[in-house]
């Protein structure tokens, strides 16, 4: 089973930044938060991971607390390509038999 | 070039017959495997091989039987399609089988008759 939880569906304008929230409040000290995202017809993609501190690449900025129960991803100009279900995943056992367990996901649609 | 490119996109088949989706990752990655989606777009683990050796097997049928002839490579044959296996299924490929980031596939969307 999936170690996290998300809210099924959200909206956001256009333009503006989006924040997608995560809790996973039985997250272990040495594991990491990734975030994965599934456009309609297409096979997921990689976004961003954190363990601790917050991170940003050219996608996505990624916001952990400290107590790393729970996270938030932020689309910080969201456009209409970024329709699509986000996942936020924490890997599940450890070494090389350790796997991400996909969640239901939430479903972000960018308005006009 | 498709990192991860998977054969066929589409496939429709009946009942019973025997099937096979290939993968190749251009990556030079150890790490390969196969997820199903099924209808209510749930993400599962079938599969994961590391260099050719099956490291993970996520109690699925044993009609299903992956084959890694190389580590670039990774195949899903399916003996004895039923109804119930349907789905997309797709092919992943990461750098090492502990590595968080994997690169997906666009998918192979089998539909059994």
């Known amino acids: 089973d999936a170690k996290t939880t998300q809210p099924p569906s959200m909206d956001c304008a256009e333009g503006r930044a989006a924040n997608l ?24 993609q990689y976004i961003i991971h954190g363990l601790k501190n917050n991170e940003t690449n050219e996608m996505a900025s990624l916001i952990i607390t400290e107590d790393r129960k729970s996270s938030t991803l932020i689309l910080p100009h969201a456009t209409l390509r970024d329709t699509a279900v986000y996942y936020c995943i924490v890997r599940v056992g450890s070494g ?4 991400l367990i996909f969640g239901q996901g939430t479903t972000l649609q960018v308005k006009p | ?22 993968c190749e ?11 199903k989606q099924d ?16 490291i993970i097997n996520e109690t699925v049928p044993n009609r299903f039987s992956p084959k890694s002839p190389d580590k670039a490579h990774l195949n899903l044959h399916i003996n004895s399609l039923e109804l119930g296996d349907s789905a997309v299924y797709f092919c992943a490929s990461s750098q090492s089988p502990g590595a968080g980031e994997l690169f997906f596939g666009e998918g192979s969307r089998l539909t059994v008759l």
Not at chain 1, 21 to 44: F, K
Not at chain 2, 25 to 35: A, E, V
Not at chain 2, 39 to 54: A, D, R
């Open chain 1, 21 to 44: 929230p995560c809790n996973h409040s039985t997250i272990s000290g040495n594991e990491y938060v990734y975030w994965y995202r599934q456009i309609h017809s297409q096979g997921p």
């Open chain 1, 96 to 99: 090389n038999t350790g796997k």
């Open chain 2, 1 to 22: 070039d498709t990192a991860v490119s998977q054969t066929p996109k589409y496939l429709v088949t009946q009942m019973g017959n025997d099937k096979s989706i290939k």
């Open chain 2, 25 to 35: 990752q251009n990556l030079g990655h150890d790490t390969m495997y196969w997820y």
């Open chain 2, 39 to 54: 209808s209510k777009k749930f993400l599962k683990i079938m599969f994961s091989y590391n260099n050719k050796e099956l």
